[in-house]
């Protein structure tokens, strides 16, 4: 008994007024007069901020063009047969005011799940930062696309890369009959940390002998290393678009970034007239009722185009400016002249 009682008093907190919850405290009481004026600034703030992210992405200019060739009226209908490979086709386009820049590429795909669980851990990390054991060995999540039929091990593997978007664009300024090219920028339209951290290529020169004894992914044309030769920084597993591609979208229906237009000619954006943009057609997407599509974007201080985050701003702050009416209506009517 009396060991018992000396393990408690061993356990008992030491007696301060911190352990012994003994400190100063403040506790607001929340009375009509402070809750009624607070709903009230609170939803005027929300208003406020809500009308400046809305007009503010008003302001965006977005232009859409799909090119997905379902019907037989479209430009690109002949492509959209997997049958026919390597084919071009031309969309025409006019724009009736400037396009101020600058200007950003981006290509969209609808119901594409990204976002599947078994399609986003098909990859190898440690082969993609560049490690060569995992070139000859492919991590398991990967299957089965990490060995092709030969048994040899495919780099990069995983269903994630073997579906990279293959499509290619080229911008053209239509003046007097002739075409005049827009330059496309692809510099730094991946993540930094994506270019910096999370991939690296194998520290082997020529690039190409880390490659040895494997194979390309099914769906590629042709190898990672031979992605941009003609940039070192633009080539293998670090090549801008690659990256792009390999950071997941969270919905099915999404848009990556795949240029911008930054050239000095048009820097304040795409000027008044018509254009033509040449799409070497490969991405099939009919086959899971998916549709393609080229998005030109401008951006404001609030980033790109979304009127959702503006509407939401403005509906809670209206709900708080109606909270504070229906309490200030409740106080009134009901109020203890004895009460405080």
Do not use: H
């Not at 506790?27 to 005027?44: D, K, R």
């Not at 030769?229 to 390999?246: A, H, K, P, R």
């Amino acid at each position: 008994m009396v060991k018992q009682e000396q393990e408690e008093l061993s356990n008992r907190p030491d007696n301060t007024a911190f352990t012994q919850q003994r400190l100063p405290a403040w506790q607001p009481i929340l009375s009509a007069g402070i809750v009624i004026p607070g709903f009230v600034l609170i939803g005027l703030a929300f208003i406020g901020v809500g009308v400046a992210l809305f007009i503010a992405s008003r302001d965006i200019q977005l232009l859409e063009l799909d090119y997905t060739g379902a019907d037989s009226t479209d430009p690109c209908y002949k492509c959209s047969d997997p049958s026919v490979k390597k084919c071009v086709c031309t969309m025409e386009f006019s724009l009736n005011t400037l396009f101020k820049g600058p200007v950003f590429f981006y290509y969209g795909l609808t119901n594409y799940f990204q976002n599947q669980r078994k399609y986003g851990v098909s990859k190898d990390d440690n082969q993609l930062y560049g490690d060569l054991g995992n070139f000859k060995s492919p991590n398991s999540d990967c299957d089965p696309y990490d060995y092709d039929r030969n048994d040899k091990p495919i780099v990069p593997c995983g269903a994630l890369a073997n579906s990279i978007f293959n499509d290619t664009f080229k911008l053209y300024q239509l003046i007097n009959g002739t075409q005049k090219e827009v330059p496309l920028d692809g510099k730094g339209i991946a993540w930094w940390t994506d270019y910096n951290v999370k991939y690296r290529n194998p520290s082997v020169t020529p690039l190409v002998n880390a490659f040895n004894g494997t194979v390309k992914p099914i769906n590629w044309p042709k190898p990672a290393y031979e992605l941009d030769t003609s940039d070192e920084y633009n080539n293998g597993f670090i090549n801008q678009d690659f990256l792009v591609w390999m950071r997941r979208a969270a919905f099915p229906d999404f848009r990556k970034l795949y240029r911008r237009i930054t050239d000095d000619q048009f820097q304040d954006g795409l000027p008044v007239g018509n254009y033509s943009l040449e799409i070497s057609y490969n991405y099939p997407v009919l086959s899971f009722d998916g549709r393609k599509k080229v998005v030109l974007s401008n951006v404001s201080w609030m980033g790109g185009k979304n009127d959702f985050l503006g509407i939401a701003y403005l509906v809670v702050g209206s709900l708080c400016i109606v909270m504070s009416l229906v309490m200030l209506i409740v106080y009134a009517k009901f109020n203890n002249s004895e009460d405080d």
